[in-house]
């Protein structure tokens, strides 16, 4: 399995910013593919999952609203799209995935694989 995400910057706060994960290696159909961002000194934070066949997303509250997970399964793709960015959200994002049982899709710990993070910086 490989991830590649891509898409970070550096964006003024209010503004949006779509983040890309490119997977490959294997079929996904049994899979999370998941959103966690790490800001400097801080644990690496649940973002966003989505459930590759069916869709079915999830969200950390301090996103709700704001960002919005999809996928495109015919590209094997997966899309982070951030508004309403504020300075809190400065983290460096990665994409993971992991197969559905085994560790709950929040955790961290849960996720065998990892892209490599893109940076994300808002200034405020």
């Known amino acids: 399995v490989q991830l590649q995400a891509s898409g970070g910057g550096l964006v003024q706060a209010g503004v949006s910013l779509r983040l890309s994960c490119a997977a490959s290696?294997?079929?996904?159909?049994?899979?999370?593919m998941g959103w966690f961002r790490q800001a400097p000194g801080q644990e690496r934070e649940f973002v966003a999952a989505?459930?590759?066949?069916?869709?079915?997303?999830f969200y950390a509250d301090s996103v709700k609203g704001r960002f919005t997970i999809s996928r495109d399964t015919a590209k094997k793709m997966v899309f982070l799209q951030m508004s309403s960015l504020k300075p809190e959200d400065t983290a460096v994002y990665y994409c993971?995935?992991?197969?559905?049982?085994?560790?709950?899709?929040?955790?961290?710990?849960?996720?065998?694989?990892w892209g490599q993070g893109t940076l994300v910086t808002v200034s405020s």
């Open positions: 290696g294997r079929s996904f159909s049994d899979y999370y």
């Open positions: 993971a995935a992991k197969v559905y049982y085994g560790g709950s899709y929040y955790l961290a710990g849960s996720y065998p694989y």
């Open positions: 989505i459930t590759w066949n069916g869709g079915s997303t």
